[in-house]
């Protein structure tokens, strides 16, 4: 069955395209047919354009979002830290882009420095190296501290302590710190995430290799 459409004076009305029938003589509904696909099409490309636009915006989006999130260090780095004098970490941070030197202090002879990122979210990441223990032969065992305020950071250098394959000896906690001990014949590594997700830390030291557990 054919539909009509009726029009009245003054009376509002909804168009709809599936409701028109249009006769080869009818102009007024072919010149309103027009229009309306006209309005159509001018939506549609609208959405298009908009769309192209998110489209195009969302990796520059994303990056962003990953950069305010970003570790600007890995748990490896503060393993080939603990091997190097203050000078050659000092050498390999600069070459890095990613932090700058803070200050230095001198702890009983000896000079403590300190690093903090520059990237992504600055100052919420800290290095510090120089701290050793001397042993009887002349050898040096070397410490190196990592501190974020971001505890996703600290919780990547959970991740990350794992698959390096170091041995989980403790996981606990005090009152304030979720505590994890991770343990190999060449580090011990204690890295402690606090309850409340404020901050963290890791603690790698070099390890007297005696050759036996």
């Given at each position: 069955m054919r539909r009509k459409l009726i029009i009245r004076e003054n009376e509002p009305q909804v168009l709809s395209l599936k409701?028109?029938?249009i006769s080869p003589g009818n102009k007024g509904l072919k010149t309103l047919d027009l229009r309306l696909r006209t309005v159509i099409f001018d939506i549609e490309q609208t959405i298009t354009v908009v769309m192209k636009k998110y489209l195009l915006m969302l990796p520059?989006?994303?990056l962003a979002s990953l950069s305010i999130h970003?570790?600007?260090?890995?748990?490896?780095?503060?393993?080939?830290?603990?091997?190097?004098?203050?000078?050659?970490?000092?050498?390999?941070?600069?070459?890095?882009?990613?932090?700058?030197?803070?200050y230095s202090i001198d702890v009983n002879g000896h000079e403590v420095e300190y690093f903090k990122n520059i990237t992504g979210k600055p100052n919420t990441e800290k290095i510090e190296v120089g701290n050793y223990t001397k042993l009887y032969n002349g050898d040096i065992l070397r410490t190196v501290h990592y501190t974020s305020t971001d505890p996703q950071h600290i919780i990547n250098m959970i991740a990350q302590a794992k698959r390096f394959g170091l041995d989980l000896k403790f996981q606990g906690a005090d009152e304030s710190n979720?505590?994890?001990i991770y343990d190999n014949s060449f580090y011990a590594v204690s890295i402690y995430l606090r309850r409340d997700q404020t901050s963290g830390m890791v603690e790698i030291k070099q390890k007297e290799y005696l050759g036996i557990e």
């Amino acid at each position: 069955m054919r539909r009509k459409l009726i029009i009245r004076e003054n009376e509002p009305q909804v168009l709809s395209l599936k409701s028109v029938v249009i006769s080869p003589g009818n102009k007024g509904l072919k010149t309103l047919d027009l229009r309306l696909r006209t309005v159509i099409f001018d939506i549609e490309q609208t959405i298009t354009v908009v769309m192209k636009k998110y489209l195009l915006m969302l990796p520059a989006m994303l990056l962003a979002s990953l950069s305010i999130h970003a570790q600007t260090t890995k748990f490896t780095d503060l393993i080939y830290y603990a091997s190097l004098k203050n000078s050659d970490v000092y050498d390999n941070i600069m070459q890095s882009n990613y932090f700058r030197q803070d200050y230095s202090i001198d702890v009983n002879g000896h000079e403590v420095e300190y690093f903090k990122n520059i990237t992504g979210k600055p100052n919420t990441e800290k290095i510090e190296v120089g701290n050793y223990t001397k042993l009887y032969n002349g050898d040096i065992l070397r410490t190196v501290h990592y501190t974020s305020t971001d505890p996703q950071h600290i919780i990547n250098m959970i991740a990350q302590a794992k698959r390096f394959g170091l041995d989980l000896k403790f996981q606990g906690a005090d009152e304030s710190n979720n505590i994890y001990i991770y343990d190999n014949s060449f580090y011990a590594v204690s890295i402690y995430l606090r309850r409340d997700q404020t901050s963290g830390m890791v603690e790698i030291k070099q390890k007297e290799y005696l050759g036996i557990e």
